[in-house]
């Protein structure tokens, strides 16, 4: 008995040393000779002059005309979610492009939350919201903590964490290296910064800081200056994954060595076209499949798609092709999720 004792005490501890290995493969995070951060790859190519000013021309355009193929949308009045903050049920609650409520171990966190009309600096113009969010701010129930991938504005939309900050003070807001000093301008004041591997304790899970294939910039001359990073959420009871806003790299395998299997990985899987200018730095759903299968998860959810006018894809193309995707590979189509906006889901 003693020696059988020692050997499951030995092997519990090889597969300790096993993960520390692996999860310390996952940062910190590289920069160039100039102290801005960039990916293992290199430099991202983002398409030649002649495909990017045709595109922002678009933009605009599409400030001034309807898109068919938007999600649906069904109301969620925040009820369920407020009662299930004391019971725990494990749910998922797509708001609408990269932002979902998540419930699981006894905590409520926020993904990349964005309420704003417009994914801007300024309100009235910019790329416009096509459906409204599915769940209104003050319907929510108490946020524990808030993570945000990197600083685009469909991502780190100030007006969005200054009201979850000012709602409740207590709740936390985790952010890649270098993103912490612009909310705290805005009074926010309850930030932690975290590098690629590093993880934080809020009750009963791991926030974990992980790598992405991406960029950040935010004005004039600020390019790279902030990380990007995906994040997981790891409790007792549910292991979850968020990849914020990615392309297609290696890192998916060794964020599954190190931290999964996953019970559900929220994938991005629109703003795919023009190839040219997106391959890089976002999924199309075939990737995001392929990242899924990678993440060892057993369920996939998609987002990034259908909320902003962000990109030249009809709306209705990315789940569609998702669902295609799904069906062909080790996911299948049980394993592929697509939501309603405001529909909550349990996993």
């Not at 021309?57 to 004391?86: T, V, Y």
Request: contains cysteine; proline residues 7%.
């Amino acid at each position: 008995m003693k020696s059988r004792t020692s050997a499951c005490t030995l092997a519990f501890l090889a597969s300790l040393f096993a993960l520390e290995v692996a999860a310390s493969d996952l940062g910190p995070a590289p920069r160039d000779d100039k102290g801005r951060f960039t990916n293992p790859v290199g430099e991202l190519t983002h398409g030649s002059i002649g495909v990017r000013f045709p595109f922002f021309l678009r933009r605009i355009a599409g400030s001034f005309r309807d898109r068919p193929g938007a999600p649906e949308r069904i109301p969620n009045d925040g009820s369920f979610l407020r009662e299930n903050a004391g019971h725990s049920v494990p749910t998922v609650t797509w708001i609408g492009h990269a932002t979902l409520l998540v419930q699981m171990d006894h905590v409520t966190f926020l993904t990349d939350p964005i309420w704003s009309d417009t994914a801007s600096p300024v309100s009235f113009a910019g790329p416009r919201r096509f459906v409204e969010p599915g769940v209104a701010i003050e319907d929510l129930p108490a946020i524990d903590f808030v993570v945000v991938s990197h600083n685009h504005y469909d991502h780190l939309d100030l007006p969005s964490l200054v009201a979850l900050a000012r709602r409740d003070p207590d709740t936390r807001f985790f952010v890649p290296l270098s993103n912490a000093d612009l909310l705290r301008e805005n009074g926010i004041e309850n930030v932690e910064e975290m590098d690629w591997g590093e993880v934080r304790s809020v009750q009963n899970v791991s926030v974990h800081c992980l790598p992405a294939q991406h960029w950040s910039q935010r004005g004039i001359g600020d390019r790279h200056r902030a990380l990007w990073s995906s994040w997981a959420v790891t409790g007792s009871e549910r292991r979850f994954y968020f990849a914020g806003d990615t392309g297609y790299f290696e890192g998916f395998e060794r964020i599954a060595q190190a931290l999964g299997p996953f019970d559900l990985a929220a994938l991005p899987i629109g703003a795919y076209e023009p190839v040219a200018m997106m391959k890089e730095s976002h999924l199309n759903p075939e990737e995001a499949v392929r990242a899924a299968v990678d993440l060892r998860a057993q369920r996939a959810l998609a987002i990034h798609f259908g909320t902003f006018d962000l990109s030249d894809e009809p709306l209705e193309d990315p789940p569609r092709r998702f669902r295609d995707a799904a069906r062909a590979s080790d996911l299948g189509a049980d394993g592929a999720w697509v939501l309603r906006i405001g529909e909550s889901r349990e996993f």
